[in-house]
């Protein structure tokens, strides 16, 4: 039988893999999240090496001192891991000033040292240092990538159920849509867009279903931790394939009141990134779809003809020229350009409907607030597993 030890890391691992890595009891930053990182930060300091390679030196002196800044590197994580009491090559089993030292110095000094503009490129490379660290650490600590593949799964769980919603608000959408569609000063617009400019725009749109996703998350959160009785709890848990759920709880009175401890502020912060992200890959799903959809009925009204006039060019550089159907079909960056504006602005809708409208509440977001609310009683489970060992 699996100890309770075991168990109890396991679930551990689990709550990394729902998105919820903050469950954890005792979540610590240098053992937890910057171990983790560790693989990225080794990746960022090899890829800085090749910065040897530069017209201060040629031939085989640059192979040198590549080979020299490699030592240095090596050197380095040997001299932490001596100061760490840890054997000479060992992978850190916890991150702390030294580790971090290493990585954000270590390649500014090769840098210093080999590129023309000596410490002015070091301290670049530093800041850049720090800055990926931070960006690693945020998508680890929060666990961001188990959050999008959950949302992912389940988008493609809900495909029928996104479907139904997409058709319930598709008369209003298209009405609204389908004006803009064929408005010749959209068209002029996308014609001019600076490809950054446009990504901007885009960007901008679905940040703002973000946000609107967002500014309900926080009074959600506290609600789905709460719980009427144990009973309620292992009926949760035995939804899930979650490793507690097979720890010997014998004296435990499953009609008593759950005593688990408060959610903390970074538990809620995390809950409410993972609600907010799982919603919204279903949101960016409804944009996507329509996108395609203002794609394909381009290219059939909207003609090669017409384009030149409302963007008032004379001539057209196509991505693509083919034939159907004995007419010529003519796929342009303005195509493009103005479908993936409506594509960004039913995301915007979508989110904002899944917001007001009770319907769509029910039906998006029940799913999502049923995944939470089981990490949720997982994690109520191993603080109680953990309380009696």
């Known amino acids: 039988m699996e100890s309770p030890e075991a168990l109890i890391e396991r679930t551990n691992r689990w709550f990394i893999r729902r998105g919820l890595p903050h469950a954890i009891d005792g979540y610590s930053s240098t053992e937890d999240v910057l171990t983790r990182t560790w693989p990225f930060q080794l990746f960022v300091m090899f890829v800085e090496l090749f910065t040897a390679f530069n017209d201060r030196v040629s031939g085989w002196a640059q192979f040198a001192v590549f080979i020299a800044g490699l030592g240095v590197l090596i050197g380095g994580f040997v001299a932490v891991n001596l100061v760490r009491r840890r054997p000479p090559l060992a992978l850190p089993d916890d991150i702390g000033a030294w580790e971090v030292a290493v990585y954000l110095f270590g390649p500014a000094v090769l840098v210093t040292v080999v590129a023309d503009n000596g410490w002015q490129e070091g301290l670049t490379v530093t800041a850049l240092n720090a800055a990926l660290l931070l ?9 961001l990538v188990p959050a999008l593949r959950v949302g992912a799964v389940q988008a493609a769980q809900q495909v029928g159920t996104i479907t139904a919603l997409f058709a319930r608000g ?4 298209l009405l609204i849509t389908a004006f803009v569609f064929l408005n010749a000063e959209v068209w002029q617009v996308a014609h001019d867009f600076v490809p950054a400019y446009f990504v901007i725009v885009i960007l901008l749109l679905v940040g703002l279903a973000a946000l609107f996703l967002g500014l309900q ?53 995390n809950a409410g990134l993972l609600l907010m992200i799982s919603q919204l890959v279903q949101a960016v799903l409804v944009g996507l779809v329509s996108a395609v959809f203002y794609v394909g009925f381009g290219l059939l009204a909207v003609r090669e003809t017409t384009i030149l006039q409302w963007t008032t060019t004379d001539e057209l550089d196509p991505i693509v020229r083919f034939d159907f159907l004995g007419g010529e079909m003519v796929l342009t960056w303005e195509h493009l350009a103005v479908a993936a504006f409506i594509g960004a602005f039913a995301t915007l809708q979508f989110a904002v409907s899944s917001i007001n409208d009770a319907a769509y509440r029910e039906q998006f977001r029940g799913d999502t607030e049923n995944d939470v609310r089981e990490v949720f009683a997982a994690r109520a489970l191993t603080r109680r597993a953990i309380a009696t060992r």
Not at 135 to 143: E, K, L, M, P, R
Not at 242 to 249: G, L, S, W
Request: aromatic share 10%; net charge negative.
């Open 170 to 173: 598709l008369p209003i959408m």
């Open 135 to 143: 960006i690693a650490y945020a998508i680890t600590s929060y666990g």
């Open 217 to 269: 998350v926080p009074g959600e959160v506290g609600a789905l931790a709460r719980f009427g009785d144990w009973n309620e709890v292992f009926a949760l848990v035995g939804q899930t394939s979650a490793p507690i759920d097979h720890f010997p709880f014998d004296d435990l009175d499953r009609t008593t009141p759950v005593d688990a401890p408060p959610l903390t502020r970074t538990e809620v912060v």
